[in-house]
């Protein structure tokens, strides 16, 4: 059974600093891309940022790039979501992604986090 547990959230202030990690089991952690989305009341969700399997870095929503920082670690089957200077903007629920490598591959979300910044 494929399981996606993302911890880490809470709630901070405005300029505040949040690492989110994401535990990942039951499925070949080295064979997917890892995503973190998030999800705002009343908002769709929209995509943070995006790791490969190798660690090179997809790319980083607009509104969070030099604040957010992706990364991974294989042998830990861990994803993480380095979140600095944080905005009020950007309170969510954020979510963990797994997406396989192979096409037509399986996709896998976490249950998410809650992550609220006060101004």
């Known amino acids: 059974q494929v399981q996606l547990v993302e911890s880490g959230g809470g709630w901070v202030q405005s300029g505040g600093t949040l690492r989110l990690s994401c535990a990942a089991s039951g499925l070949t952690f080295s064979n997917y891309d890892m995503r973190w989305y998030r999800q705002a009341p009343g908002k769709e969700r929209e995509l943070v940022a995006g790791?490969?399997?190798?660690?090179?870095?997809?790319g980083y929503a607009d509104s969070v790039k030099g604040r957010f920082t992706i990364s991974r670690d294989n042998a830990k089957k861990m994803a993480y979501l380095e979140m600095t200077n944080l905005l009020s903007e950007d309170t969510a629920v954020y979510y963990c992604?797994?997406?396989?490598?192979?096409?037509?591959?399986?996709?896998?979300w976490g249950q998410g986090t809650q992550v609220s910044v006060s101004s």
């Open positions: 790791i490969t399997i190798s660690g090179i870095i997809e």
């Open positions: 992604n797994a997406v396989s490598i192979y096409i037509g591959g399986d996709r896998h």
